[in-house]
């Protein structure tokens, strides 16, 4: 846990497939510090994207999310990633296939594992096919390059944005009203 003015901050490390994504959308959650994306949860140290897509360094794509207890909860934000990507599907999310797109929750804390499998256990029932996401204790992050920081903000007509993301991020922020 972090204190920076005012706020009482904690960090989340989740995978829901591309971390352009889930960035898009949770960047639109009152109570969203910050996010970085990058990597985590493989065997090399400082992999790059181009390592990552070839599918051999065991990473996942991440969303490091650093939050305001205070405004949003990690039991919210955790029914809030059970929601944005479909955590039935084993190693892909859409089109995007490979182990780096696996539904995936890195803990933090003890209380963060106990949490992520409450609520593992909680959303099942809004789902026909079993959930397998991972949850995994953090151990080392590695943010991504500097493109990938932002990605759908700063490249809103790229085509990846358009058929794929934007209508994601409509999808949620049209369900929250």
């Not at 991440?62 to 939050?67: D, E, N, P, R, Y």
């Not at 999310?93 to 803990?107: A, E, K, L, P, W």
């Not at 079993?130 to 759908?152: G, L, P, R, S």
Request: glycine share 6%; with cysteine.
């Amino acid at each position: 846990m972090l204190f920076l003015r005012g706020y009482i901050m904690n960090i989340a490390t989740l995978g829901a497939g591309c971390f352009w994504c889930i960035e898009a959308i949770l960047l639109n959650v009152p109570g969203v510090i910050s996010i970085d994306v990058g990597y985590t949860g493989g065997n090399i140290d400082n992999p790059t994207y181009k390592m990552i897509c070839e599918g051999n360094t065991g990473h996942a794509e991440v969303a490091q999310i650093t939050f305001d207890n205070q405004q949003l909860t990690y039991e919210d934000l955790l029914l809030i990633f059970f929601e944005i990507h479909d955590p039935t599907t084993l190693n892909r999310q859409g089109n995007d296939v490979g182990t780096q797109y696996r539904s995936s929750i890195f803990y933090h804390t003890a209380e963060q594992k106990e949490l992520a499998k409450d609520m593992l256990n909680k959303s099942q029932s809004a789902f026909n096919n079993k959930i397998v996401t991972e949850i995994t204790a953090f151990e080392k992050f590695y943010i991504a390059e500097d493109y990938h920081q932002n990605y759908y903000n700063n490249n809103k007509n790229a085509a990846y944005c358009t058929f794929v993301i934007r209508p994601k991020l409509e999808k949620y922020l049209n369900g929250k009203k």
